[in-house]
């Protein structure tokens, strides 16, 4: 797997769950300041007035629902963190605020 066709398939799965958890959300791939092989794309929706735990809980079901293996044992109302991966892509942690949802994580280089 190329770092090119890596990055962008991992990127396509979170903005695959980012666009089902948010109804209209605006999506931004971001430099990664992990590593060459890192991930980041955040994405928001103003007109989304879930709380943080209800749009939390709606992510780790979408995550869930799309294949994805999460760890929420960092999650809580204060600063929500998931860990997710899927196994045909990488991984990497969930960050959930009010209207917006933040994922940085790497490729499976394997």
């Known amino acids: 797997m190329t770092h090119d066709r890596g990055s962008d398939q991992l990127a396509d799965a979170v903005r695959s769950?980012?666009?089902?958890?948010?109804?209209?959300?605006?999506?931004?791939?971001?430099?990664?300041?992990?590593s060459a092989e890192g991930v980041a794309?955040?994405?928001?929706?103003?007109?989304?007035?879930?709380?943080?735990?209800?749009?939390?809980?709606?992510?780790?079901?979408?995550?869930?629902?799309?294949?994805?293996?999460?760890?929420?044992?960092?999650r809580n109302d204060?600063?929500?963190?998931?860990?997710a991966a899927t196994s045909d892509a990488g991984g990497g942690a969930f960050s959930v605020q009010a209207t917006a949802i933040s994922f940085n994580g790497l490729v499976d280089q394997g």
């Open 17 to 34: 769950v980012l666009t089902a958890v948010l109804a209209d959300p605006t999506t931004m791939d971001l430099p990664s300041v992990v």
């Open 41 to 74: 794309v955040t994405a928001f929706d103003a007109a989304d007035s879930r709380t943080v735990q209800e749009l939390t809980n709606a992510l780790v079901d979408q995550l869930n629902s799309a294949g994805w293996t999460v760890d929420d044992r960092r």
């Open 78 to 83: 204060e600063d929500p963190l998931l860990y």
